[in-house]
């Protein structure tokens, strides 16, 4: 599961609304101020993204209060995977089918052959928008993993012989 903090920014009935900051590597290195990604980081450091989310009604949530979500990183990876194979894939096939099938209908110049790879590029981008989008809105909704109090950020530490390990 991969973990966000968050604060919540407004309690409705059964959702929050949780704001989370995007954060980068940049921030804790040292040479930040002369490398071209810092300044780069900088200038897009300031993101601030809201999600709502639905909770239940077992937890006491206050506008203020630190919580945790995650997406499950599963469903990430396949995401990840899918953007950077299927356009990869559909260039390859659409290249070696023009290769096969432009020369029986007596079209043999690379013109023709980059439009046939061009067109099932644009067919596999278009799949691509489409399962994303009902993706979404299903694998892709954080799942509130719980609440931070004070409490449970200076949690004492247990020794190794009392976990029995």
């Not at 200038?43 to 206050?62: C, F, G, K, P």
């Not at 096969?100 to 790879?117: A, M, Q, R, V």
């Not at 809105?137 to 190794?160: D, E, H, K, N």
Request: charged share 15%; proline share 3%.
């Amino acid at each position: 599961m991969i973990e966000e903090t968050g604060v919540i920014k407004n309690v409705d009935a059964n959702h929050i609304t949780v704001q989370t900051q995007m954060k980068n590597a940049c921030a804790s290195c040292a040479q930040k101020s002369h490398c071209g990604t810092g300044v780069i980081a900088r200038a897009v450091a300031s993101r601030i993204h809201e999600v709502e989310i639905a909770v239940a009604a077992t937890e006491n949530l206050q506008a203020g209060q630190q919580v945790t979500l995650g997406i499950p990183e599963e469903t990430l990876l396949s995401a990840s995977a899918s953007v950077y194979l299927l356009p990869l894939f559909a260039l390859i096939f659409g290249a070696l089918a023009g290769q096969f099938l432009l020369p029986l209908f007596g079209l043999f110049s690379e013109g023709w052959l980059i439009l046939f790879t061009f067109t099932w590029l644009v067919i596999a981008l278009r799949l691509l928008r489409f399962r994303t989008q009902q993706q979404c809105q299903q694998s892709f909704q954080p799942v509130f993993l719980g609440s931070r109090s004070t409490a449970s950020i200076v949690a004492p530490t247990r020794s190794v012989k009392e976990t029995g390990q």
